[in-house]
C-alpha cells in the first residue's frame, strides 16, 4: 500500500539526513528513501585490524559553524578531535619530490615573507609576483565569473598557478583549474579580494580561517548518531526512487519494486545526476540544469604499514601532486593528521586517484590501484615491503565540479522550480561543497518545503 507524509526526502546522505533533522524538530510527518543499502552517502568508515578507515571525507571544516553545530544536536560535541595542531605541513610532489609549502601559507596565499623567499618552489620572480600580489587591483565589482586558474594567475602569477593553484585549490575537488569557477568553489578568496583590495591583506588580518575537525570514531558516527535521532519508521533503505509527478493533491513517488509514496513536498537531496531522471517529470528544466552539471569520479586506496616500514617522518597532513607528476593527485597521513586513526606502532596512509584530469582510473581493478598507489608513494614516503592493510573506495560521479557560470545556472534550476511549488533541490554540488555547506543548504531546503505545505 501506498504511504502518505507532508514531506517525502529522496537520498539519505548527509544532505537527506539533516534534512530529516528539521523535518522532525517541526513535527511534519516524512519518509527519507535511500536507494542504496545504508545511510550517509559519501560518509563510509570502517575499522578493521586496529585501523580506523574513512573512505570518503575525513574532517568537517569547523570555521564554518554547521557541521559541527550538527554533532553537538546529536550529542557528538564530547566526541569532536581536531586536526593536528603540531604536524600541519602540505607538501607539493614537484620533479619528483616532496617540498614544503611555505610556511604561513593559507589556501595558496603567502602570509608570511620569510618562509616564503626560503623556499625551492618558486623561482625569484615567481616570489616577487607572489610578494608583490597586495598591489595588484581588485576587479570591478559585479565582474563576471572567471575561472580558478584566470582569478589565481591574475592575483598570484603563473608559478603559483601552476604549484599550488592547481595541484592544492582545484585538486581538492577532482577538477580542472582552467574550469571551476572562483566565485562557486572559493567565494572567501572573491570575497577577500572586493572587500580587502588583496588576498594577501585581507588573510594576514585573519579574515579566514581554515580550521578542521573530526570525530573520534569516525565521521561515520555522524550519521549514526543521526539516524538514531529519527524515529526508524521515518527512513528506508534500499528504496530506489525512480520518479516524481505532481498532481492536484500534491507530488507521488514512483519507488523501485516498492509501493508509491504520496506527499505534499519532496526534498530531492540526490547528486545532481541521479537527480536528473527523477525531476524529469515533474520539472523537465530543471532536470535539463541537473544533467548538464559535471562530476569527476575518483577512488581512494587506504595503506596501512608498520612504522618501521615507513622511512618518512609523515610530519604533516600530506602532499599534493603538481601536474604530470604520476597518476596520484594526492595522498593524506590520516594517522598523523588526526588520532586513533591507526593501531600502535603502525601508519595509515590514503592515496586519492582519478578527477577530471584521469577519468580512466577507475577502469583499474583493486588490485592495480592498490598497486599503483603503493608503487608511486614508495619512493616518496621510503616505502619497504608490502602494506598489512589495503582498502579501496570507489566514487563514480561523485565529486562536484562547479564549473564557471555555476551560480547562474543554478539561478535557472531554482527559476525552473519556482513553477512546481514544493518542490526543492539540495545536495553538495549545487551551492557549496563539503559536509558544513551541504548541512546548512539542506536546512535551507528542508524549511522550503515546510513553507510551501502552508502556503
Given at each position: 500500500m501506498s504511504r502518505t507524509v507532508d514531506v517525502a526526502v529522496v537520498?539519505?546522505?548527509?544532505?537527506?539526513?539533516?534534512?530529516?533533522?528539521?523535518?522532525?524538530?517541526?513535527?511534519?510527518?516524512?519518509?527519507?528513501?535511500?536507494?542504496?543499502?545504508?545511510?550517509?552517502?559519501?560518509?563510509?568508515?570502517?575499522?578493521a585490524e586496529g585501523f580506523l578507515l574513512e573512505g570518503g571525507p575525513d574532517a568537517i571544516l569547523a570555521s564554518k559553524p554547521e557541521g559541527v553545530a550538527l554533532c553537538?544536536?546529536?550529542?557528538?560535541?564530547?566526541?569532536?578531535?581536531?586536526?593536528?595542531?603540531?604536524?600541519?605541513?602540505?607538501?607539493?610532489?614537484?620533479?619528483?619530490?616532496?617540498?614544503?609549502?611555505?610556511?604561513?601559507?593559507?589556501?595558496?596565499?603567502?602570509?608570511?615573507?620569510?618562509?616564503?623567499?626560503?623556499?625551492?618552489l618558486f623561482s625569484w620572480p615567481g616570489k616577487a609576483r607572489l610578494a608583490l600580489e597586495r598591489f595588484v587591483p581588485a576587479r570591478a565589482a559585479g565582474a563576471e565569473d572567471e575561472s580558478l586558474a584566470a582569478f589565481v594567475r591574475r592575483r598570484l602569477g603563473g608559478e603559483a598557478l601552476e604549484r599550488v593553484g592547481q595541484p592544492l585549490l582545484a585538486g581538492i575537488h577532482g577538477g580542472e583549474a582552467s574550469a571551476l569557477s572562483a566565485r562557486a568553489n572559493f567565494p572567501r578568496l572573491v570575497e577577500l579580494e572586493r572587500t580587502h583590495g588583496s588576498l594577501t591583506r585581507g588573510l594576514s588580518r585573519g579574515a579566514v580561517t581554515s580550521s578542521f575537525c573530526s570525530l573520534r570514531r569516525g565521521l561515520g558516527t555522524l550519521v549514526e548518531a543521526v539516524v538514531a535521532s529519527l524515529p526508524s519508521a521515518a527512513l528506508r533503505a534500499g528504496a530506489l526512487v525512480k520518479a516524481v509527478s505532481r498532481g492536484a493533491e500534491g507530488f507521488l513517488l514512483e519507488v523501485d519494486g516498492g509501493a508509491p509514496v504520496r506527499a505534499g513536498a519532496v526534498v530531492l537531496a540526490v547528486p545532481a545526476p541521479r537527480a536528473a531522471p527523477v525531476l524529469a517529470g515533474a520539472c523537465p528544466e530543471g532536470a535539463a540544469v541537473l544533467g548538464a552539471l559535471r562530476f569527476a569520479s575518483t577512488a581512494t586506496v587506504l595503506l596501512g604499514y608498520a612504522r618501521d616500514q615507513v622511512g618518512h617522518a609523515l610530519d604533516g597532513y600530506g602532499f599534493v601532486s603538481a601536474a604530470g607528476e604520476g597518476r596520484l593527485t594526492a595522498a593524506t597521513f590520516l594517522s598523523t593528521k588526526l588520532p586513533g586513526r591507526a593501531p600502535a606502532g603502525h601508519v595509515l596512509l590514503r592515496a586519492f586517484v582519478g578527477g577530471m584530469a584521469d577519468?580512466?582510473?577507475?577502469?583499474?581493478?583493486?588490485?592495480?590501484?592498490?598497486?599503483?598507489?603503493?608503487?608511486?608513494?614508495?619512493?616518496?614516503?621510503?616505502?619497504?615491503?608490502?602494506?598489512?592493510?589495503?582498502r579501496v573506495n570507489r566514487w563514480p560521479s561523485a565529486m562536484p565540479q562547479m564549473e564557471v557560470g555555476h551560480q547562474g545556472r543554478v539561478a535557472a534550476l531554482e527559476r525552473s522550480l519556482a513553477g512546481v511549488p514544493g518542490l526543492v533541490v539540495t545536495g553538495s554540488g549545487l551551492r557549496g561543497t563539503g559536509i558544513p555547506d551541504t548541512v546548512a543548504d539542506a536546512r535551507r531546503a528542508a524549511e522550503a518545503a515546510l513553507v510551501s505545505l502552508r502556503a
Open positions: 537520498g539519505g546522505g548527509i544532505a537527506g539526513l539533516a534534512a530529516a533533522r528539521v523535518l522532525h524538530a517541526r513535527g511534519a510527518s516524512f519518509l527519507v528513501l535511500e536507494g542504496g543499502p545504508r545511510f550517509g552517502g559519501l560518509i563510509r568508515t570502517e575499522e553537538a544536536e546529536v550529542g557528538l560535541a564530547g566526541e569532536l578531535v581536531p586536526t593536528s595542531a603540531t604536524h600541519r605541513t602540505v607538501w607539493l610532489r614537484w620533479r619528483g619530490r616532496l617540498h614544503p609549502l611555505p610556511e604561513g601559507m593559507v589556501l595558496g596565499v603567502p602570509t608570511r615573507l620569510a618562509p616564503l623567499l626560503r623556499s625551492p577519468p580512466g582510473a577507475l577502469d583499474l581493478d583493486d588490485g592495480a590501484l592498490a598497486a599503483l598507489a603503493a608503487a608511486e608513494l614508495g619512493p616518496l614516503l621510503g616505502l619497504r615491503g608490502r602494506p598489512v592493510l589495503t
